[in-house]
């Protein structure tokens, strides 16, 4: 394709403060280190660094941690154009527990979810690949509306969209209010992203996983990846086998915190290099691996593309 904006990440942008102490809950931690954050700011800067182009759209306060966010989206070489600067407002905080399994935090929200329509032109929709976005994002208002609106106007415009299901509880109003917005997306037959923790919160049962499947193949979805932690990934299509791949056994865990924007980054790198399904897994479950050897985000040193492909 010749679009010329590989991906719009449309969500949150915040700071992680990632306990030093690991393997400890947040009442044991003492020590906690900055880092850039925020599920779809961490997909914009792995795909910058995978040799794309991504823009993104987020919110943040006109403050000390904005300006930090602003540097190092810049020096990523990730527009900043349309992030928006919010005088009254904070940028939106989260402290996260340093974890080898699904890491606990406590967000302190404030700007991220202001995000409004403006923000999102239909010039900008005309020339992107893939739109992707949070279940995070579409907890708030007004970012909710605005991403339900702009994410059907892509799609009439022959857009892939995108979608990480990281529901936490914490952050809706009610499991029906997510399960109502989540819908919504699914009519635009999105890359669904989920994993197991997610959907156990999300239905607040365990289900098996062809069940999870078929709910969201029923909603409309062809293509559904549910990430199993250190078992690995299954991927189901309508009408086809699914596809079952172990995880790339590593050494030590050392942080999990954005494993997943790493596999799914990989994932949608690979589907805009139009591979096959199973190569895409491939390279999402590399670039995972490579996630969990590091604290934070991927490391500045090593040459990525020469480690996936």
């Excluded at 795909?47 to 990523?76: C, H, N, Q, W």
């Amino acid at each position: 394709m010749l679009n010329n904006i590989d991906i719009l990440c449309v969500g949150e942008v915040l700071i992680d403060f990632i306990g030093h102490q690991s393997g400890v809950l947040i009442n044991n931690t003492r020590d906690y280190h900055r880092y850039l954050g925020g599920s779809p700011t961490n997909v914009a800067m792995n795909f910058a660094r995978l040799g794309l182009k991504p823009v993104m759209i987020s919110s943040i306060g006109d403050d000390g941690f904005g300006e930090y966010i602003l540097k190092r989206l810049t020096e990523a070489n990730i527009s900043t154009n349309n992030i928006k600067r919010l005088e009254h407002i904070p940028t939106s905080v989260i402290f996260v527990s340093r974890s080898e399994s699904t890491p606990e935090f406590i967000p302190f929200r404030a700007a991220d979810y202001h995000i409004t329509e403006d923000q999102i032109p239909t010039e900008i929709l005309k020339k992107i690949n893939i739109f992707h976005t949070t279940c995070f994002a579409l907890s708030k208002e007004p970012a909710q509306t605005t991403i339900l609106k702009k994410a059907e106007e892509a799609y009439n415009l022959g857009c892939k969209l995108s979608i990480d299901l990281n529901y936490a509880k914490k952050l809706w109003a009610s499991q029906e209010q997510a399960l109502h917005v989540i819908k919504t997306y699914c009519k635009f037959n999105p890359l669904i992203k989920i994993s197991e923790d997610d959907m156990l919160r999300l239905f607040e049962k365990e289900l098996p996983h062809e069940e999870i499947f078929q709910y969201f193949h029923k909603q409309g979805v062809e293509t559904v990846c549910l990430t199993l932690g250190s078992n690995g990934v299954k991927l189901s299509q309508i009408g086809k086998e699914i596809i079952q791949l172990p995880a790339i056994k590593i050494e030590k865990v050392v942080d999990t915190t954005g494993a997943g924007d790493a596999f799914w980054s990989g994932f949608l790198f690979a589907y805009i290099k139009e591979k096959p399904i199973e190569e895409c897994l491939q390279v999402a479950l590399k670039l995972a691996a490579l996630k969990l050897q590091n604290v934070g985000r991927l490391p500045d040193n090593i040459n990525i593309l020469s480690k996936l492909l």
